[in-house]
């Protein structure tokens, strides 16, 4: 069952709870308008084996991970081989269809901005590009493995969706985190989470919740909050904030002997 922390910042487990089914998907919906956010969503969505329906997304732009499994998607119809730590952009508009060789299931996150809703939308699949499509001129499948590091303090980040593949409204990124306590801060955004290696707490205000790999979190506007990494080693999450921006763009709080809070813009 979901956590909800202060300020209605929210913890769930990957699949707990019953998933929405249909021809060989299942999708998981975490955060969106149902519960609390303005405009980001979460879900997680599971392919099994053979080729899924079309999963179309009339107005919102999306991002997703594969966080498990490899398989060859078609993006309106033009075909591209995915694996783990790869990030995909949709634009409003576009088909998804999987083709997913088994035996393993492909696990994706999808993020949708604004937030359409928890329906499925699905149509016929899509495998042959439609003769009005144009080629896009920059390739919407990313790999991390070909994203420059950047640091941040002593936190660092890859940039996986953004301006650069065609996408302006959503930032998508997976972020690294030392063992310890990050200060507190918030941002002026929206912002999921996913944590892919590592345990600690997600603290939002003095509450706080056990996070582990595959924990998904929602993070609302200017809530206060903090990930603490309690493990021996690094921790990774995948995030996504809406609007687009700098994922080292936030603003710190601290704590004065008279336990007020105070921000600090820091980029």
């Not at 707990?16 to 060989?24: D, H, K, V």
């Not at 078609?74 to 035996?103: F, K, M, Q, S």
């Not at 582990?212 to 904030?241: K, T, Y």
Request: hydrophobic share 35%; glycine share 12%; with cysteine.
């Amino acid at each position: 069952m979901a956590r909800t922390l202060e300020g209605g910042c929210r913890v769930w487990r990957l699949k707990e709870g019953r998933p929405r089914t249909a021809e060989g998907l299942k999708a998981w919906n975490r955060a969106g308008r149902a519960s609390g956010a303005k405009a980001i969503s979460l879900r997680v969505l599971e392919f099994g084996p053979g080729r899924s329906p079309g999963l179309r997304n009339a107005t919102a732009d999306e991002v997703l991970y594969v966080l498990d499994g490899e398989a060859t998607v078609y993006l309106d119809g033009r075909p591209c081989a995915v694996g783990p730590e790869t990030g995909i952009y949709l634009h409003p508009g576009a088909c998804l269809t999987v083709d997913n060789p088994g035996p393993r299931h492909l696990t994706l996150l999808s993020s949708r901005c604004p937030d359409p809703g928890d329906a499925l939308l699905l149509t016929a699949p899509c495998t042959v590009p439609l003769g009005a499509t144009s080629t896009p001129s920059r390739s919407p499948v990313v790999r991390l493995a070909d994203r420059p590091n950047e640091a941040t303090g002593d936190r660092s980040y890859q940039v996986l969706v953004d301006g650069s593949v065609g996408c302006h409204a959503v930032t998508q990124f997976v972020g690294t985190i030392p063992p310890g306590r990050a200060p507190d801060h918030f941002h002026h955004y929206e912002e999921v989470l996913c944590i892919l290696d590592g345990r600690g707490r997600m603290w939002a205000g003095r509450s706080h919740s056990p996070i582990e790999p595959g924990s998904c979190i929602f993070l609302p506007r200017r809530q206060v909050h903090c990930v603490e990494n309690a493990g021996p080693g690094p921790m990774r999450l995948l995030g996504v904030f809406y609007p687009a921006g700098s994922p080292a763009a936030r603003v710190e709080t601290y704590r004065s002997a008279s336990s007020r809070r105070k921000a600090k813009p820091r980029k």
